[in-house]
């Protein structure tokens, strides 16, 4: 895709993130993407890879993340879970992260020490060698995963915040997930839509 197109393409989205529901977006995702989305599947599970990644994070991230991966317009891995502070460090010299105190860490909690924040691509997107390259495509997907996921949130009541307007996914609290993701998008801050994390007051960085 060309670079005019990609922009032609985000000026569109634009528009329809201010007059469309989180359920009319969703429904023309599925439309617009059809070839890459899945129908949601209850027996879905994680692969060996997601496992892993997994495998720090904090108790309830992880619930959550099962959850979602059986509600979700589609099937995704999660491509990373806990960073060393090496790690992070590096993303941060690229560029493909704000701070060295991500909540991708571990970080210490009343409940142990965990990573709280994990990040997801979907699976029908993953290239077959890395760096991932973000696209329109892709942001549309993980837009879709999102509004699904405050519907989770909300109904669990769990404190999930998401990386497309760094909220709460908490309709009660933040009901215009759109409205708020289009006015981040257009004030050209920081947007980070497959990273997903777990609030938790007084956790503290332990590595």
Do not use: C
Not at 87 to 92: D, F, T
Not at 186 to 197: I, L, T, Y
């Amino acid at each position: 895709m060309t670079s005019q197109n990609q922009n032609l393409e985000k000026e569109v989205y634009l528009q329809l993130l201010k007059i469309m529901t989180p359920d009319q977006l969703s429904s023309l995702i599925r439309q617009k993407h059809r070839h890459l989305v899945i129908d949601t599947y209850p027996t879905r599970v994680f692969n060996h890879r997601s496992t892993v990644n997994l495998a720090e994070v904090h108790p309830q991230l992880k619930s959550f993340m099962a959850k979602l991966l059986t509600a979700s317009p589609q099937d995704f891995v999660i491509i990373s879970g806990v960073r060393t502070l090496s790690q992070q460090q590096e993303l941060v010299f690229r560029k493909r992260s704000k701070t060295l105190r991500s909540k991708h860490r571990l970080h210490q909690t009343p409940d142990g020490i965990y990573g709280l924040a994990v990040d997801i691509w979907p699976r029908s997107t993953i290239p077959n060698k890395t760096p991932f390259e973000f696209n329109s495509t892709l942001f549309y997907l993980l837009t879709s995963i999102a509004i699904e996921a405050q519907k989770l949130a909300t109904t669990l009541n769990i404190p999930i915040v998401w990386g497309g307007t760094f909220h709460h996914l908490d309709e009660n609290k933040f009901p215009d997930l759109l409205a708020n993701l289009n006015s981040r998008l257009k004030a050209k801050r920081f947007v980070d839509a497959p990273h997903f994390e777990l609030y938790v007051p007084n956790s503290t960085i332990s590595d």
